[in-house]
């Protein structure tokens, strides 16, 4: 399905391939629909198969936009060889506003299936805005249980090849996964050289779950995000021995790590220097030196927090995996 060059691993519950490599399409501020169509369609010539959007970044449209036109103009011979996930907001995570909230997504898209659809945060809100942030008056505690059976339902129903979850704690997986018929095939956390999860790796392996990496470089030039990644000492002595950047020495650790990665970038040269990490690698000194960085959480997800529940505090939202 990937396009030549990029590896795929195979996601168990659903037996997709899913490239190792994709492009996210969340910016703040927002770019511009036609902007990001036009960035997307310059990813897909560049061999770019799998693309990573959620109802909350206002780009399902102009990613559908693209798809449509990729396709028209045969620069993807057709819509198997794509990866597409969305992710299902807050004030959508009730059980009964799972399959329409999917629904709408696939029009915005104009597909007729998802490859992937996640839970975006592990909480819920109040039905009926897309508002960010969530007003605090407006967050409700989610009931994993039923939210998931109508994630399952998305999936049975052939509207989403697979689904996942996002930003969930391995106490929070554990509630899933004590119901769960169809398990999370994917959680997507934030994961990179400063934050590497080693907990929430070790169990979701043990759960044949993949972790997909947000923020692999840091984020930076987001509300929360910072150049920390990029101004590490260690990885810039790292990239500068190897002759490459240290965003291709990032992204290639995760890769050696078995994570997938979306990495977020317009910029066309951007965009193909992140796809030449797959024909060289890191020693095992290098990776183990890495491994030593102090380690600190970028995200803290203060916006999901509110003093009325059913979050209270950060310690809350990642069960002390902070």
Request: hydrophobic share 40%; glycine share 6%.
């Amino acid at each position: 399905m990937a396009s030549i060059g990029i590896p795929e691993v195979l996601l168990k519950s659903s037996s997709r391939r899913m490239p190792v490599l994709g492009l996210g399409t969340a910016a703040s501020p927002f770019s511009g629909s036609e902007t990001t169509k036009m960035a997307i369609l310059e990813a897909m010539k560049l061999g770019y198969r799998h693309f990573d959007t959620a109802t909350l970044y206002q780009t399902e449209q102009p990613l559908g936009d693209a798809i449509a036109e990729a396709l028209s103009l045969g620069i993807v011979k057709s819509r198997d060889e794509l990866f597409i996930t969305s992710k299902l907001w807050c004030s959508d995570a009730h059980q009964d506003l799972v399959v329409p909230a999917l629904q709408k997504s696939l029009d915005n898209l104009q597909l007729e299936y998802l490859d992937l659809y996640v839970i975006h945060w592990p909480v819920s809100s109040k039905p009926g805005s897309y508002e960010f942030p969530i007003k605090k008056e407006d967050f409700l505690s989610m009931d994993f249980k039923s939210v998931w059976e109508a994630m399952e339902e998305c999936q049975n129903l052939g509207l989403t090849k697979s689904i996942g979850v996002s930003n969930f704690s391995c106490k929070k997986l554990g509630e899933v996964l004590a119901t769960a018929k169809i398990p999370p095939a994917i959680n997507q956390v934030e994961f990179n050289p400063l934050w590497q999860q080693t907990k929430l790796r070790e169990f979701c392996k043990a759960n044949d779950i993949l972790l997909t990496a947000y923020a692999p470089l840091g984020a930076r030039g987001t509300i929360w995000g910072s150049n920390r990644v990029m101004e590490c000492q260690l990885l810039k002595q790292i990239a500068e021995a190897k002759g490459k950047t240290v965003a291709q020495v990032c992204l290639r650790w995760a890769y050696q790590q078995g994570v997938i990665v979306v990495v977020k970038s317009f910029n066309r040269e951007r965009m193909k220097e992140n796809l030449e990490i797959f024909n060289w690698e890191l020693t095992e000194e290098e990776t183990k030196k890495i491994s030593a960085i102090p380690q600190s959480r970028g995200c803290l997800g203060e916006d999901y927090i509110s003093f009325n529940g059913p979050i209270r505090t950060i310690e809350e939202l990642w069960d002390g995996e902070i």
